[in-house]
């Protein structure tokens, strides 16, 4: 009987640690996301083996090539201020909304984003430059994240392992590649 008795203890205390554990790692993102900084940058350029003409039109294209990459399930247009595209993604939980602010036809691009849950905007500036290869697309990602919901230690948590910035760059990036035919070269 005393036996049994320790078995059962040993079991109950070990399901005591896995549980400590698994609420330690489930709040963990949390509290350390609270002291994370709310500023976010990314670069990243690709060579693409097509034409300026060709990327650019792909650029240009936001049903075909949505800024929020894989995370896209819809587009909505809405009226410019400014004479520029500007449009609503969807991205089920969430929605972007993006205005382009700058347009230098196959040369830069700019475009400020907002997203409807997260507190965050962003800036992304692109830039083409012809290169013997095909395009050279550079891509500047300038994320602010600001306190405001539960959201906000979370998302900065995971923007800060995942390096958020470029990796969204490079989804939107992949992107092009598909809408152009061309894998991009990553720099």
């Given at each position: 009987m005393p036996k049994?008795?320790?078995?059962?203890?040993?079991?109950?205390?070990?399901?005591?640690?896995?549980?400590?554990?698994?609420?330690?790692?489930?709040i963990s993102p949390i509290v350390v996301g609270k002291f994370l900084p709310e500023d976010y940058h990314g670069r990243v350029s690709a060579t693409y083996a097509a034409s300026p003409a060709e990327v650019w039109a792909a650029l240009?294209?936001?049903?075909?090539?949505?800024?929020?990459?894989?995370?896209?399930?819809?587009?909505?247009?809405?009226e410019s201020e400014?004479?520029?595209?500007?449009?609503?993604?969807?991205?089920?939980?969430?929605?972007?909304?993006?205005?382009?602010?700058?347009?230098?036809m196959q040369?830069?691009?700019?475009?400020?984003?907002?997203?409807?849950?997260?507190?965050?905007t962003a800036r992304v500036e692109l830039s083409l430059e012809e290169t013997?290869?095909?395009?050279?697309?550079?891509?500047?990602?300038?994320?602010?994240?600001?306190?405001?919901?539960?959201?906000?230690?979370?998302?900065r948590f995971i923007m800060t392992v995942t390096g958020g910035a470029d990796r969204s760059l490079k989804d939107y990036f992949g992107g092009i590649g598909?809408?152009?035919?061309?894998?991009?070269a990553f720099e």
């Open positions: 049994t008795n320790k078995r059962k203890r040993g079991c109950v205390m070990w399901l005591l640690v896995a549980g400590v554990l698994l609420v330690l790692l489930l240009e294209d936001h049903e075909r090539t949505p800024i929020t990459g894989s995370m896209w399930r819809g587009t909505e247009e809405i400014n004479g520029l595209p500007a449009w609503v993604e969807d991205m089920g939980s969430s929605k972007a909304t993006i205005r382009t602010v700058e347009r230098e040369e830069r691009l700019v475009r400020d984003y907002s997203d409807s849950v997260v507190p965050m013997d290869a095909g395009t050279r697309v550079t891509g500047v990602n300038h994320m602010v994240i600001r306190d405001g919901t539960w959201h906000v230690p979370i998302f598909r809408a152009v035919e061309a894998e991009p």
